[in-house]
């Protein structure tokens, strides 16, 4: 078994292992946050979301698997038809796209009825387009027209099309955006000229929002997420959501130590406990120490896809490494950050551990490719290390 894991499992083998604990930490915590849940809507069959979890769960460590084996460098040649096509479908999501809660977000695959969320997709495919961009241009990083303007604009037109139905998606995906700009050397001056812009905008977008006379449709949704952020920034503890304050007394319950596994008590009663609150979840059953070894977990992925960074000879794989490793940590980060209130509702899933379809996938995909960065880097280096 050794030898066989030796020979097929390649690049960094710290990632392998927290990616595999992380998402056996999830299959432990979806079990005991849907059992009562699947008994109530699939006529007692308490497994039901178990089982469908876990065949999502081995899909995605297949593909993680067989991503991994890929030559990153292949990654770079189909990037900016993977970035139009993702703006294609993104497009088409917000058109024809399911309808749920007044937003379209995801779409269904004609013929064989699976449904996914094409902003996973577009998160992948606009970190690759970056990196692949800027490790062609970094003669002329400095330029702003030839590079600063255009790889902007492609990352504001994806972005937009995600936040039209995923505000939450979009601005980590922008953050992280912004934060692979800075690393691939874009001048500091063009960027904060861009934050104290975007700044302006978002202010005066949010202020036409909130005083329209329409309340139909995505614009009653903004204007909610505009009033608890509002109440959330201003400390109103009156208009904390249900799901706050069950998250709240689930934390309260684990105390230090926990409940114990599959024991938690908020489960029955915390809306999204499998998904959007699921460290809530996890906190009560494990305690803080759990909570605490959870979160560094994803920090040990964002440190080893750091080490990758530094150990890349190439400029596009240091880049997709650590752009989509951001992607993923901001994401857990905000997840976390939202069980214990520290951040508004965000509707962002866990990685790994979250309930999940396409997000599962997708994630499992992103991790792949950095897997492939670190396999190829690290043969490069032994070679020059040979010379």
């Known amino acids: 078994m050794l030898h066989w894991i030796r020979n097929n499992i390649k690049g960094d083998h710290i990632i392998w292992f927290v990616v ?24 007692g069959d308490t497994e039901y979301y178990l089982v469908k979890h876990v065949g999502i769960l081995v899909m995605g460590l297949f593909l993680m698997w067989l991503t991994h084996l890929v030559d990153f460098q292949y990654y770079s040649r189909p990037a900016q038809y993977l970035v139009y096509l993702a703006m294609v479908l993104l497009f088409y999501t917000l058109i024809f796209g399911n309808d749920l809660n007044n937003a379209k977000r995801s779409i269904t695959i004609p013929g064989i009825g699976l449904s996914f969320q094409s902003s996973d997709f577009a998160k992948v495919a606009l970190i690759m387009y970056i990196a692949q961009f800027l490790s062609k241009r970094q003669e002329s990083v400095a330029d702003f027209k030839k590079t600063f303007l255009p790889v902007l604009i492609v990352i504001v037109v994806v972005c937009a099309l995600i936040g039209i139905a995923d505000l939450s998606t979009a601005a980590v995906l922008f953050a992280t955006s912004i934060l692979l700009l800075f690393i691939g050397r874009i001048p500091a001056k063009y960027l904060f000229a861009l934050f104290g812009t975007g700044t302006i905008v978002i202010g005066v977008l949010a202020f036409v929002i909130w005083n329209s006379d329409t309340d139909i449709g995505r614009i009653k949704t903004w204007k909610s997420r505009i009033e608890s952020y509002v109440s959330f920034v201003g400390g109103d503890e009156t208009a904390e959501s249900y799901q706050n304050q069950q998250a709240n007394i689930a934390i309260s319950n ?54 990758i960074v530094v150990h890349s000879p190439k400029a596009f794989g240091a880049l997709l490494a650590i752009g989509l490793s951001f992607t993923l940590v901001i ?39 950095i897997l492939s960065v670190s396999r190829i880097s690290r043969n490069e280096t032994e070679l020059i290390d040979e010379e």
């Open 254 to 307: 684990g105390g230090l130590t926990g409940l114990g596994p599959g024991k938690s008590k908020q489960r029955n009663f915390l809306p999204l406990a499998f998904s959007d609150f699921i460290y809530a979840i996890i906190i009560e059953e494990y305690g803080l120490i759990g909570g605490l070894f959870v979160m560094g977990l994803y920090l040990t992925l964002l440190y080893r896809a750091v080490l």
């Open 20 to 43: 595999v604990l992380l998402s056996l930490w999830g299959v432990l915590a979806i079990y005991s946050s849907t059992s009562l849940f699947a008994y109530k809507f699939h006529g």
């Open 331 to 369: 994401q857990a980060f905000m997840n976390m950050g939202v069980a214990v209130h520290l951040f508004p509702n965000t509707g962002l899933p866990l990685p790994f551990i979250s309930m999940g379809g396409t997000s599962l996938l997708f994630t499992s995909i992103a991790m792949g490719i």
